[in-house]
């Protein structure tokens, strides 16, 4: 049994997650409370949202007493965040995940030297050079690992 976690909301906040079964409940425009049934994938979805308005909250907490914030401008600042990447619906932002999931898998499917130099030049952003000195190869050794494996992985997207 999941019992939901003890997370502060803040009050615009117009949903409440209840995550032993996966139901988002909302008041809806009748006043009437509205529980809906969602995806894993969903709800993972309403749970980083929630996560990243607490961490904007503590942000501002940690920061109003420099910005005299009075309440509406406080409001205004977190309106204004939390609708910076509107032009995203759920379903675009699920499929991103979904794409980010499997470009993960498929990394992680490499062969371990090519696995290893991958996530060196694209996620610890070091260059060819860097890498070859690391592990006592060639540049070129190096880049013709990471071609390899990106072909690799962009063969098995396709298919």
Request: aromatic share 10%.
């Amino acid at each position: 049994m999941v019992k939901d976690p003890k997370r502060r909301k803040c009050k615009e906040n117009p949903y409440r997650l209840n995550f032993e079964k996966e139901i988002v409940s909302f008041i809806d425009s009748k006043g009437i409370l509205q529980e809906v049934k969602v995806s894993s994938e969903v709800f993972e979805l309403f749970d980083s949202f929630e996560l990243e308005d607490i961490s904007y909250l503590h942000k501002v907490d940690k920061y109003a007493d420099f910005r005299n914030y009075d309440n509406s401008e406080l409001m205004d600042a977190i309106i204004y965040h939390n609708t910076q990447d509107t032009n995203k619906s759920i379903i675009d932002i699920i499929q991103e995940q979904e794409e980010i999931d499997l470009l993960y898998k498929l990394i992680n499917d490499l062969p371990e030297i090519q696995k290893r130099r991958i996530k060196k030049y694209f996620f610890d952003n070091k260059t060819f050079n860097e890498i070859a000195i690391e592990e006592s190869c060639t540049k070129r050794a190096v880049k013709f690992s990471i071609d390899i494996a990106l072909k690799n992985i962009l063969e098995k997207i396709k298919k």
